[in-house]
C-alpha cells in the first residue's frame, strides 16, 4: 500500500475502491464538496480501463449540441438506446443516464476543470435504428499537459502507450503513415497526454486540488458493515479505511477472472485490452453483503488481434479500427466468406464473430481474417506494420490468394470468389450484400482521399496479400453490481444497501446490451460517478451551473 498523494488518516468522509473514471467521478464530486475523500486502487497506476480507452462520453441534448444549434431530445435518445438494448436494460437506470449526464458534463467543466472537444459530427453507431443522430452526442478530452498539472503523480497514471493524439485527429488523418509523428513526438517530450490518460489526469488534478489521498497497491477484499449499514473497506494485506459517509465500489469489470467470465458471459472472450487487474474484485465485496447482480452476460465487445502486445506483463488484444474500415480490406470468415459490413461499429461487428454453428458445435465465422492487398499496406500500413519492413508474426503474408488461402485455411474458391465479388462492387462505390458505405459512420471512419467512390470501399488487387487473425474481444465486462438510479446499491430485495454505492463496469450498465455511440461506455459511467458523489455529499443531482465570472476565473488557471 502505497500513498502517492495526500495524507494518511483513520478514517474519511468517503472511501472510493477503483480509480477509472466512474470511480473518480465520484470522488471528484464527493472531494469538491468538501468530503474527505480517499481513492483505493488496487495496482500501481491510476486510472484503470478508462486511462487506456479512447476517453470519450456520449451525453445526448448536451450544452454543446445546443450551443451549436443541433437539435436533440433525451425523448429521441431514450427511444434511440431502447433499439440498440434490443428491449434490455432498467428504465431507472437509462432515465438517470439521459436525465444528469449534461449536469454531469457541466459540473466536470465548471468545478472540476475538465476540458472537452465536442465532436458536431461523430455518428451514432446505428443509423438505422430511430432517434440516432449524425453528430453531436459524443466529446473527448482535450490535450493536457499532465506533467505541469500532477508533477510526481504522473509517474504513477496508467497510460496507454501510443502517441498523443486526439480521437478526432485519428479520424481527420486516419491511417497511421499519414500521421504527424514528429509533432506528436514533440508533445509527448512536453508532457502532452490525450484520450483516456487526458481524461483520467484531468480528475486527478481536481481530486488533489481539492486535498483527496490516492493509494495504489491497495485491493479491496471485504466491507467492514455495521448495523447493516457499510462503514468501510478492509484490504486484502489487512489494512482498513473507515467510511462516515460511505463507500463507492468502481474496481472495473471482471474480464480477466476466467472462471467468472466463462460462467457468466453469454459468448467466450477470447481477449482483452483492459488491465489486468480487473477481476471482479467490487463484485465479489458486494455479494459477500447480499448485493444483487444484474446484467452479467453482457461486454463492451470489440473485434481484436493478438499480436503481441500486453498490459501489465500480460497478453493483450488489440482493437482493430481502421485496419477493417479502410478502402482496400475485407473479412473473411472460415468458410472465405465475407459475413458481415466490416466498417460497422465494433461491438455489433463483434456480435458477429459470436454466431453459433450448432452443426459443426463452434463459433460460425471464426477464425475470421482481415485480408488486404499490397497497395492497401502501402497506403495505409496494418497496426504498427509498414510496406518495406519484415512482415511481423502477426501478418499472415502470400503472392496469391490461393496461397493465402491455403496459409489461413479457408477454401482457396471461396476467397477468390469472394474478393472477385467484393471488388466488382468496390469500383462502383456499393456494397449490395452488406452496405457497407452506405451510412454516415462507415464513411466517418472510411478515406476522404479514396480513389474509389466510396471512402469505405476499394478493391484488393495486387499481391503480395495479407491476413490478420480477428477473434472476439472485449474492452471490458458491463454487468455485475445493481444500483437504483441514484448510484445506490440494492440488496436481493431491492432496497438499496446504506453506506454502498457503486459505478463503473463493477455494475449493471444503463444500456444494457447497447453501444449507442462513441463514449457509450464512460458518458453514463460518469453519470451514475456523479449522482454517486452528490448523493454522498448530501446534495440534490440538479447541478446549478457555476457563474460565467467563476468559469473564466477557473480557465484562467490553467486548471
Known amino acids: 500500500m502505497k500513498f502517492v498523494s495526500g495524507t494518511a488518516a483513520e478514517n474519511y468522509d468517503v472511501v472510493v475502491v477503483g480509480s477509472g ?12 464538496a468538501g468530503k474527505s475523500v480517499v481513492v483505493l486502487e488496487k495496482s500501481e497506476l491510476l486510472g484503470g480501463t478508462s486511462a487506456v480507452s479512447g476517453g470519450m462520453l456520449w451525453v445526448a441534448d448536451n450544452h454543446h449540441a445546443r450551443k ?39 459540473f466536470m467543466e465548471q468545478e ?62 486516419g491511417a ?14 512536453d508532457g502532452l497526454v490525450a484520450k483516456g490518460q487526458a481524461l483520467v489526469s484531468m480528475l486527478l488534478a481536481s481530486l488533489v486540488r481539492d486535498g483527496a489521498a490516492l493509494v495504489t497497491n491497495a485491493r479491496g477484499h471485504r466491507l467492514i458493515a455495521d448495523g447493516g449499514r457499510v462503514t468501510g473497506v478492509e484490504l486484502e494485506s489487512g489494512e482498513s479505511f473507515r467510511a462516515n459517509d460511505g463507500v463507492v465500489l468502481a474496481t472495473g469489470g471482471f474480464e480477466w477472472d476466467k472462471a467468472l467470465a466463462d460462467s457468466m458471459l453469454a459468448s467466450r472472450l477470447y481477449t482483452m485490452c483492459s488491465p489486468p487487474s480487473n477481476t471482479g474484485d467490487g463484485l465479489r465485496m458486494s455479494q459477500r453483503i447480499g448485493g444483487q447482480t444484474r446484467g452479467t452476460r453482457e461486454a463492451w465487445w470489440a473485434p481484436m488481434s493478438v499480436t503481441g502486445d500486453t498490459r501489465d506483463g500480460q497478453p493483450a488484444g488489440t482493437l482493430l479500427r481502421f485496419e477493417r474500415q479502410g478502402p482496400g480490406s475485407i473479412m473473411v470468415n472460415r468458410h472465405g466468406r465475407r459475413f458481415a459490413n466490416e466498417s460497422q461499429n465494433y461491438n455489433d461487428l463483434a456480435r458477429s464473430l459470436q454466431s453459433w454453428d450448432s452443426a459443426a458445435n ?15 499496406l502501402e497506403r495505409y500500413g496494418i497496426l504498427a506494420h509498414r510496406a518495406g519492413q519484415p512482415t511481423p508474426n502477426y501478418l499472415i503474408e502470400a503472392e496469391t490468394l490461393e496461397e493465402l488461402a491455403a496459409k489461413i485455411n479457408v477454401p482457396a474458391q471461396n476467397l ?48 503480395p496479400f ?35 454505492f457503486a459505478a463503473g463496469n463493477t455494475t449493471e450498465n444503463a444500456y444494457a446490451a447497447g453501444y449507442p455511440g462513441a463514449g457509450a461506455t464512460l458518458g453514463p459511467i460518469m453519470t451514475m460517478g456523479y449522482l454517486a458523489g452528490r448523493t454522498l455529499a448530501g446534495l440534490s443531482p440538479d447541478y446549478v451551473s457555476a457563474a460565467p465570472s467563476q468559469v473564466d476565473e477557473l480557465v484562467g488557471t490553467g486548471a
Open 68 to 106: 451549436a444549434g443541433i437539435a436533440d431530445s433525451k425523448e429521441a435518445a431514450a427511444e434511440y438506446v431502447r433499439a440498440v438494448a434490443r428491449g434490455r436494460g432498467r428504465e431507472e437506470l437509462l432515465d438517470a443516464a439521459l436525465n444528469y449526464g449534461d449536469r454531469m458534463l457541466r
Open 112 to 173: 472540476c476543470g475538465v476540458r472537452f472537444i465536442f465532436l458536431d459530427n461523430f455518428p451514432d453507431y446505428r443509423q438505422d435504428l430511430p432517434g440516432a443522430m449524425e453528430g453531436g452526442r459524443t466529446v473527448e478530452p482535450e490535450l493536457f499537459n499532465s506533467k505541469e498539472a500532477l508533477g510526481a503523480l504522473k509517474e504513477h497514471v496508467r497510460s496507454d502507450g501510443r502517441a498523443p493524439f486526439t480521437m478526432q485527429e485519428y479520424e481527420s488523418w
Open 176 to 189: 497511421f503513415t499519414r500521421f504527424p509523428w514528429d509533432e506528436l513526438s514533440a508533445r509527448q517530450d
Open 416 to 463: 477468390i470468389a469472394t474478393v472477385t465479388r467484393f471488388n466488382g462492387f468496390a469500383v462502383k462505390g456499393e456494397d449490395p450484400d452488406f452496405g457497407r458505405g452506405e451510412s454516415a459512420y462507415d464513411k466517418y471512419w472510411g478515406d476522404d482521399d479514396n480513389p474509389w467512390p466510396n471512402p469505405s470501399l476499394g478493391p484488393l488487387q495486387s499481391g
Open 21 to 32: 473514471a466512474g470511480a473518480l467521478t465520484a470522488a471528484v464530486t464527493a472531494a469538491h
Open 466 to 500: 495479407y491476413a490478420l487473425e480477428v477473434v472476439n474481444g472485449a474492452f471490458g465486462t458491463n454487468g455485475g453490481v445493481a444500483t437504483d438510479g441514484l448510484a445506490r446499491v440494492l440488496d436481493v430485495d431491492n432496497c438499496p444497501i446504506p453506506g454502498l
Open 362 to 376: 463452434r463459433t460460425l465465422n471464426t477464425p475470421a481474417h482481415v485480408i488486404v492487398d499490397h497497395t492497401y
